[in-house]
């Protein structure tokens, strides 16, 4: 029961990463694969700021400094310099192994013995417990103020710059500026995964992103995909649908390890769960025509 436990813990955790890869992709239209190094930013900033025993306020406020500056160094090449977007996360998610390699100073901090975040709350004895109300807090906080940020006028200036940018520029909106702020907070918010996952599981290794953006759009779709059956559309619910998502990914992955499966096969599980999302809905819509 703790094992599932864990796979939904880290399901909520992974929200933020959802979150932005949300925003990404389904505002913008953005295949940001920055995403893999901005998620290790954030564990590999925390971990070194937890090391050093610095307060928990400045290590969130740092996380996500660090993450939408990622963001920004994408956006403006993607933007300014009018590099392809996949290329541009491409060449910050490189630059960002060595930024990170330099934050931590080593490729691997084990997290055992620190201040974590679950410390500075005790709501029970129990350890897990405690990680159960912190990182609910947490998603439930982010999927807030995504849902409010995304109906706000900035918000719905965003969304309607992926819909028509051609039309929202004629209304003097600065689109280029509308894109690098949504790849800011789309970092940010996938740092702030990183931030509770590696103090979850009590270690930051330098390679703990890779793949993980594979993960970020299966969760997505996964999400997508049951809302579309239930024909819900609204943006705070299909934020939920997003969040669900990351959480039945987990499970699922944690269930193909209950029955057995070799953990050197994952990644291809992981990535056979995404073609099934992505793949199963073009069959059904080419059957209908």
């Known amino acids: 029961m703790d094992f599932y436990l864990s796979a939904i813990l880290l399901g909520l955790a992974y929200c933020g990463m959802g979150l932005g890869i949300y925003i990404t992709l389904r505002i913008f239209n953005i295949p940001d694969i920055t995403t893999d190094g901005s998620y290790t930013l954030g564990a590999s900033v925390t971990a070194a700021l937890l090391s050093q025993n610095s307060s928990m306020m400045v290590i969130l406020l740092t996380v996500i400094f660090s993450g939408s500056l990622a963001g920004f160094a994408t956006g403006v090449i993607y933007t300014r310099l009018n590099i392809n977007p996949l290329l541009a996360g491409i060449l910050v998610m490189t630059s960002l192994y060595s930024v990170n390699l330099s934050v931590m100073g080593r490729s691997n901090i084990p997290l055992i013995n620190s201040n974590t975040i679950q410390h500075q709350f005790k709501f029970f004895e129990n350890d897990q417990y405690n990680w159960v109300a912190v990182i609910a807090c947490f998603a439930i906080g982010l999927w807030l103020i995504v849902s409010w940020l ?52 009590q270690f930051t290794d330098i390679n703990m992103g890779i793949g993980i953006v594979i993960f970020g759009l299966g969760a997505v779709m996964m999400g997508e995909s049951l809302l579309n059956l239930l024909k819900l559309q609204f943006i705070p619910v299909r934020l939920i649908g997003v969040i669900f998502g990351c959480v039945l990914f987990r499970c699922i992955i944690a269930l193909a390890l209950t029955v057995g499966v070799n953990p050197n096969w994952l990644r291809l599980i992981t990535a056979a769960i995404v073609l099934i999302v992505v793949g199963f809905p073009n069959i059904k819509s080419k059957e209908t025509r």
Request: charged letters at 15%; a positive charge.
């Open 150 to 201: 995304l109906r706000t006028d900035f918000g719905l200036a965003m969304r309607a710059t992926g819909n028509s940018e051609s039309m929202v520029r004629s209304l003097g909106v600065n689109t280029k500026n509308m894109k690098v702020a949504g790849l800011m907070i789309a970092n940010a918010l996938t740092a702030l995964s990183g931030f509770l996952v590696c103090q979850y599981q």
